[in-house]
């Protein structure tokens, strides 16, 4: 085989392990979510609260939360992701009123172009490998004039847990994220001259390092490329909780702190 087809097969391989881990969060999703719903909160803020008439893509729809408020501005909506199980949650949460439901990669999305009025992608892009190649499709199938939403993850998201990983092995835990530099080269790569960008930091605080790593799995985040996706023993988790304390604020809370940004692009 050669080095083009081992990479292309490493990255079709990479993309279904991706499809499984979030099908298997599918069904406790939206009982880990807090935090991917306050920052879809904060990108839908960006939109207009009235949308009738508008087609919009929302792309990695997971179970539909940004789906439902999007009907219920008024959009006619296509749920677009690479996992049928969550697929089937957002067809669940919103029925088939102004709704499609479409099987679909970011990176080669099944539409023509300009076909939507907004693409809408929250905490999604952050799974390909190349952000470029999702951005550009999102520009190809916007209508003119149109403009599309995204949210991701950048460097320093959950620095506390790679820390506390670093001092138990050297083996990768937590997914890398690209720096905000890697994201405006993505931007012009992609075309998208005319962008804006926000940055929030937003921390989530739990009890335990425990029940962080509780919500990554319960959303399906679990998934870290090139990890060995063995069983970590309990004496690896409780040292991990150790390492972790060091964190701990004066009210008795650990901190998970999020690099987030919110892009606009308009076409």
């Known amino acids: 085989m050669s080095e083009m087809a081992q990479a292309l097969s490493a990255v079709v391989s990479d993309k279904a392990a ?8 599918a069904q406790s999703y939206d009982r880990h979510a807090a935090f991917q719903r306050d920052v879809a909160q904060r990108l ?6 009235d949308l009738s008439g508008w087609h919009i893509l929302d792309l990695g729809c ?34 088939s009123d102004n709704m499609r439901y479409v099987e679909a990669d970011a990176e080669a999305l099944p539409f023509a172009d300009t076909t939507f009025d907004c693409v809408f992608s929250s905490l999604a892009l952050q799974w390909c490998d190349d952000l470029s190649l ?48 890697q994201v ?6 992609a075309h998208c ?6 940055l929030p930091t937003i921390t989530v605080w739990y009890d335990t390092a425990f029940s962080l790593m509780r919500d990554l799995k319960g959303i ?3 998934h870290v490329n090139g990890r060995s996706q063995g069983l970590t023993s309990r004496r690896i988790l409780a040292q991990v909780e150790r390492e972790y304390q060091l964190f701990r604020n004066h009210q008795g809370l650990l ?8 892009g606009v692009i308009h076409r």
């Open 255 to 262: 901190p998970a702190t999020y690099q987030v940004c919110l």
């Open 193 to 198: 001259g005319k962008h804006h960008i926000d």
């Open 44 to 49: 839908l803020a960006k939109l207009p609260d």
């Open 134 to 181: 999702p951005l550009k499709e999102m520009r190809r199938v916007l209508k003119p004039s149109a403009s599309a939403y995204f949210s991701t993850l950048l460097d320093g998201s959950l620095f506390e847990l790679q820390r506390a990983w670093m001092k138990i092995d050297a083996h990768q835990h937590v997914n890398r994220f690209i720096t905000l530099k």
């Open 62 to 95: 997971g179970t539909g939360y940004c789906s439902q408020t999007l009907q219920q501005r008024g959009a006619r909506v296509t749920c677009a992701d690479l996992s049928p199980a969550m697929l089937a949650q957002a067809k669940q949460r919103c029925g």
């Open 220 to 222: 399906g985040a679990n």
């Open 184 to 189: 405006k080269i993505a931007l012009a790569q």
């Open 18 to 25: 991706i499809a499984q881990a979030f099908g298997k969060a």
